[in-house]
């Protein structure tokens, strides 16, 4: 298995832009999570989905931020517009039941 | 609500050495989860060891043990032998039970000294 894949592994956008992060978790795991890490504020949970159904989106800053998860293979995060201060890496991470979650490699988001 | 605090921003420790890396979690559900994850400076999410709330021994995997306990609601790792490789950053983390929400503490940077 390919693990959790997340794309693009590398953004650069300017303010104001839209930014869309991508996540393919691994087949047959039914919850997906997306997390924010930056050095102030650490390891965020921003939203995360069983069975491709959003259970819990309070750590959503704000509404320039969204996810989706049309189906069981792909989830998408999205900045609109973005700012500054939404530099980071988010992380994307799929689970089966309610044992350990597996994370993907991060996106590093960067916006100038 | 839940909240995981590690309270050791850094640690340092001899190489070979065993280490104790902090845990504290606050939540009202009777069944949860408790897992620990290693970051390495490559930036990866590695998972080490896990805990459920209604096991009654301390969880092992290697040179890793979950030390629980439960009335204290702390669930500190112990990394026994320590190798240069262990330097990273060091998570914990709880699941509750119902909807499977998964927080984070705010890590541990575990810097190990040949």
């Known amino acids: 298995d390919a693990g959790v894949i997340q794309s693009p592994r590398h953004e650069v956008t300017e303010m104001g832009q839209e930014v869309t992060l991508r996540c393919k978790p691994i087949?047959?795991?039914?919850?997906l999570f997306w997390y924010r890490q930056t050095m102030m504020r650490g390891l965020e949970l921003l939203i995360y989905?069983?069975?491709?159904?959003?259970?819990?989106d309070s750590g959503m800053p704000e509404d320039r931020f969204s996810a989706k998860m049309p189906n069981a293979s792909f989830s998408t995060l999205k900045i609109q517009p973005s700012e500054p201060r939404d530099s980071a890496v988010y992380f994307c991470?799929?689970?089966?039941?309610?044992?350990?979650?597996?994370f993907g490699q991060g996106t590093r988001l960067t916006v100038v | 609500a839940q909240k995981i605090t590690q309270t050791q921003p850094g640690m340092f420790v001899q190489e070979k050495e065993a280490v104790t890396l902090d845990c504290t979690y606050d939540?009202?559900?009777?069944?949860?989860?408790l897992f620990w994850y290693k970051q390495p400076s490559s930036g990866e999410m590695i998972f080490l060891i896990y805990?459920?709330?209604?096991?009654?021994q301390n969880a092992t995997e290697g040179r890793y043990s979950l030390n629980f306990q439960k009335a204290r609601k702390s669930a500190n790792l112990v990394i026994s032998a320590s190798q240069l490789g262990d330097s990273a950053m060091y998570f914990c983390?709880?699941?509750?039970?119902?909807?499977?929400?998964?927080?984070f503490g705010q890590g541990t940077e575990l810097s190990v000294k040949p």
């Open positions: 983390a709880m699941r509750e039970a119902l909807r499977g929400k998964l927080i």
């Open positions: 991470a799929s689970r089966p039941g309610q044992y350990e979650a597996f």
């Open positions: 087949s047959g795991h039914n919850s």
């Open positions: 989905f069983n069975n491709n159904v959003p259970i819990d």
């Open positions: 805990q459920g709330s209604y096991d009654e």
């Open positions: 939540t009202s559900d009777q069944s949860y989860g």
